[in-house]
């Protein structure tokens, strides 16, 4: 399946019309351990659930663009995860209180996703809320294609990369999530219906840039690759607007 872009924003294309329309974005923070580690931070018992903008997806092959509101100091980084795309379950029912051992039957499919974050604006620019530090325009590149659901026998067992201007930044495995993807539908759906076309980011492992010692953020020119197999890779320069 492909990721294509309409007039309102980016698309599946099934190979069946019309294609669905990708529109509610959820992120997961905190979901691998070692990333929780690198920031110091515990564990959380229940999924740290954020919104990221439908404004903000792009496609595998445009630019990251980074907002002139983002350039006053070093904030842009990079998260590698694997995107879950919502569809509907057997029988065509919608995906609200599915119970977990049914969750993945409700997954349209699987894609590359990078949750780009401008570390200022998520943690000191919009009062502790991470909404608006993830959700700039471009901030949730998604490709460069949809695996459909049927050929992932199983979501925690794929390798997941990140590389930025070629060097390897993340490297991880999915099955190294506290909340697994059928624990997350399931419990993002428990009295609230996501529409086919959600979008779940599952969380990134360790290996992002405020991390590091010192910290590395994103410049213009750099290229981020979001590597996940049988996927493929999702490529996108960065640009300064």
Not at 192 to 212: C, D, E, F, K, N
């Amino acid at each position: 399946m492909e990721l294509i872009r309409t007039d309102a924003g980016l698309a599946v294309d099934t190979g069946r019309a019309p294609p669905v329309a990708l529109g509610y974005i959820l992120g997961i923070g905190r979901n691998y351990a070692d990333h929780a580690r690198e920031q110091g931070a515990e564990l959380p018992t229940r999924p740290m659930v954020f919104g990221k903008s439908p404004r903000s997806a792009c496609l595998s092959g445009e630019e990251i663009v980074v907002p002139a509101v983002c350039q006053d100091r070093e904030q842009v980084d990079w998260e590698a995860e694997l995107a879950v795309i919502i569809g509907t379950g057997p029988g065509g029912r919608p995906c609200r209180d599915v119970p977990e051992p049914d969750a993945l039957s409700y997954v349209l499919g699987y894609t590359c996703g990078n949750d780009v974050s401008a570390r200022w604006w998520q943690k000191e620019g919009s009062g502790g809320q991470f909404n608006r530090g993830k959700s700039f325009d471009t901030f949730c590149p998604l490709g460069p294609r949809v695996l459909p659901a049927a050929e992932v026998p199983d979501p925690q067992a794929l390798r997941i990369l990140c590389r930025v201007n070629g060097r390897v930044t993340q490297d991880a495995s999915t099955g190294s999530m506290v909340f697994s993807v059928r624990a997350l539908v399931a419990d993002l759906s428990r009295g609230a219906t996501l529409p086919p076309g959600t979008v779940i980011m599952t969380g990134t492992p360790a290996g992002v840039g405020m991390s590091r010692k010192p910290p590395l953020f994103l410049k213009h020119g750099d290229v981020v690759e979001v590597q996940i197999e049988p996927i493929g890779t999702l490529t996108n320069r960065v640009r300064f607007e």
